[in-house]
């Protein structure tokens, strides 16, 4: 279960620095105003929210004002440590802790559990029982899912055809990633679909994150973060280097637009869905 893909520190660094964020898509907005009636209720209360599979905390800052407290947890301690480098914010704590086992909180005494492009990797029989234990009568999750036709590569050129060959590797980049995942972790992502908690009230919503790489060295270090692409080189050595097979394909492609090619802007952008579950009172 997401075995090596997250866990080193060299992927824990590119994560941190070139994926892109959650911060001004209104996510905060959209959860506050979802969570509404449980936080009127609570107004005078501390309020705790966790963020499970957090990485180095891409999702968890962003929420962290909205609460009083608020808890990442992720498997790889890698990942943990740089969140733990990075965060100013006194609100936040991380933790090295897997998603099934959420045994070090309360019954009942989570106002919010948020999961961004990670849930895939959960068990979910496990995982969804401690949602619901930790989870206050009232108290919400949020999930933002990732599926397989969420991303989109483009150069800044209204040339066709570079326009259709960055499509093209683009697919190939989802294709090479899928052929690697977990047969279960596949499946959620191409199908969009994950077992999800029987709360009546929910709210679906998307949001889309765009972040332009200015030269291709923050492309590769994009890359580089996506540990599939570095697993598939290691599963598939004879196929040769991934990172460095897509880095060399987009170098040409650019190349028919500009005499830099390793200097010219490219801009990825990711379509989450977003869904939000009540825990009944
Ligand atoms: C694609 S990253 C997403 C990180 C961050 N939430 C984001 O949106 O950028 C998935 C994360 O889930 C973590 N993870 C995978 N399986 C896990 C598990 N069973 N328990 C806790 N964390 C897990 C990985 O270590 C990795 O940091």
């Known amino acids: 279960m997401g075995d090596l893909l997250f866990e ?30 449980t936080r009127n209720q609570s107004q005078n209360a501390d309020t705790i929210a966790l963020d499970v599979g957090c990485g180095s905390g891409q999702l968890t800052k962003v929420l962290a004002p909205l609460f009083t407290k608020m808890i990442g947890i992720d498997r790889s301690k890698a990942q943990i440590d740089v969140a733990k480098e990075v965060t100013k914010e006194r609100n936040i704590e991380y933790r090295v802790n897997l998603a099934e086992d959420l ?31 930790v989870l206050k009568p009232g108290g919400c999750f949020l999930v933002l899912l990732l599926g397989a036709d969420s991303f989109t590569l483009k150069a800044l050129t209204s040339n066709e055809e570079v326009k259709k060959k960055c499509h093209d590797l683009q697919k190939d980049f989802v294709a090479a990633s899928l052929r690697i995942m977990r047969e279960g972790t596949k ?41 599939t692409l570095r697993e598939y080189s ?31 802007p ?13 825990k009944p009172i």
């Open 8 to 37: 080193d520190a060299e992927t824990a660094r590119n994560y941190q620095d070139y994926r892109p964020n959650y911060g001004g898509l209104g996510l905060e907005e959209k959860v506050t105003a979802f969570m509404g009636q």
């Open 103 to 133: 045994s070090f909180l309360q019954d009942g005494s989570v106002d919010l559990v948020s999961t961004a492009a990670a849930i895939y990797f959960f068990e979910p029989e496990p995982f969804l029982a401690e949602v619901d234990r």
């Open 187 to 227: 499946k959620v992502v191409s199908s969009g679909s994950y077992p999800t908690p029987e709360y009546p009230d929910t709210y679906h919503f998307q949001v889309t994150s765009k972040r332009q790489y200015d030269n291709i060295n923050e492309f590769v270090g994009f890359l580089k973060s996506t540990g």
């Open 234 to 264: 290691q599963k598939f050595p004879e196929e040769g280097d991934q990172v460095e097979i897509f880095t060399k394909r987009l170098l040409s492609i650019l190349a028919a637009i500009s005499s830099a090619p390793e200097r010219t």
């Open 266 to 278: 490219v801009v990825f952008s990711w379509l989450f869905n977003c869904y939000m579950y009540r």
